[in-house]
């Protein structure tokens, strides 16, 4: 019985350039067990890269990592990392040398959106979390995989951000704080470790990952007949814009943010 896994590595293959593009390649994934994050460490390993998947929940990552390796023949390790977390990032690298070798590519994708009432209801903690997730935990990993990248023979860096750092609502501030903050460190690293290591970001628009399931279907429909696309995004949709910014054929792409959003930016 094929395995959804092995379903989305046909998919990502047949949708692929010709050849594998992140052959030989090394790649960290944050937040890679779910959602976009499971996706593009998917896509990656059917692209020929080796691909570390980090997550919290360190089952969860085993799981893919010991499909995925069956489905492509790729190594895939797992990892247990809390990227809010500043002290376990450094030893999270070493551990993926250790198991892979040096990385080459680096995918922040973690991230969290917490709801909450109104914005005088927002606590000190849910607001620190939201910060630690999203913006000072790729920091870290930015800044030490960048000079550990740089003093190499380089590499690539692909944030994963949000439309919605372009369209703030009152409903989700902190979050599209912490991406705005995101999408500036974005340009300030590529600025430090180029030419040598080139840094990127998506701006992701609605898909339907696993968050979405707390999404009013009514709510959504109404808003998404205003977006050029109709739609909310499938989250195997994100694969070629990743596939793109880490791979050979983006190399004078650096410090750019790129929407796939089904042109909700363009939207009213």
């Not at 450094?90 to 680096?106: K, T, Y």
């Not at 620190?128 to 000072?136: L, P, R, S, T, W």
């Not at 992701?204 to 205003?226: H, L, N």
Request: include cysteine.
């Amino acid at each position: 019985m094929t395995t959804t896994v092995e379903r989305s590595v046909a998919s990502a293959r047949s949708g692929a350039a010709a050849g594998q593009p992140l052959a030989g390649r090394r790649a960290l994934v944050t937040g890679g067990s779910r959602g976009l994050g499971r996706e593009i460490a998917i896509a990656f390993a059917a692209a020929g890269a080796d691909v570390a998947v980090a997550s919290r929940k360190k089952d969860a990552c085993e799981d893919l990592a010991a499909e995925l390796a069956a489905a492509t023949g790729r190594r895939v390790s797992a990892h247990a990392a809390h990227v809010g977390d500043w002290d376990r990032l450094d030893p999270l690298l070493d551990e993926i040398e250790q198991e892979l070798g040096p990385l080459d590519v680096l995918v922040n994708n973690a991230g969290m959106a917490p709801l909450y009432d109104s914005l005088d209801t927002v606590s000190e903690a849910l607001f620190d979390k939201v910060f630690a997730v999203n913006v000072k935990g790729p920091f870290r990993l930015m800044a030490a995989a960048g000079r550990r990248m740089a003093g190499r023979d380089g590499g690539v860096v692909l944030n994963v951000s949000s439309m919605g750092s372009k369209r703030p609502t009152a409903a989700d501030l902190p979050y599209t704080a912490a991406k705005s903050a995101l999408n500036t460190l974005t340009a300030g690293f590529a600025q430090e470790y180029g030419p040598s290591v080139r840094v990127n970001t998506i701006l992701a628009g609605p898909f339907a990952t696993d968050i979405s399931r707390s999404w009013d279907p009514a709510t959504v429909a109404a808003m998404a007949r205003e977006w050029p696309a109709r739609r909310v995004g499938d989250p195997a949709e994100i694969v070629g814009a990743a596939l793109y910014l880490c791979g050979p054929h983006a190399s004078y792409t650096t410090g750019a943010l790129l929407a796939v959003d089904g042109g909700r930016l363009a939207a009213p």
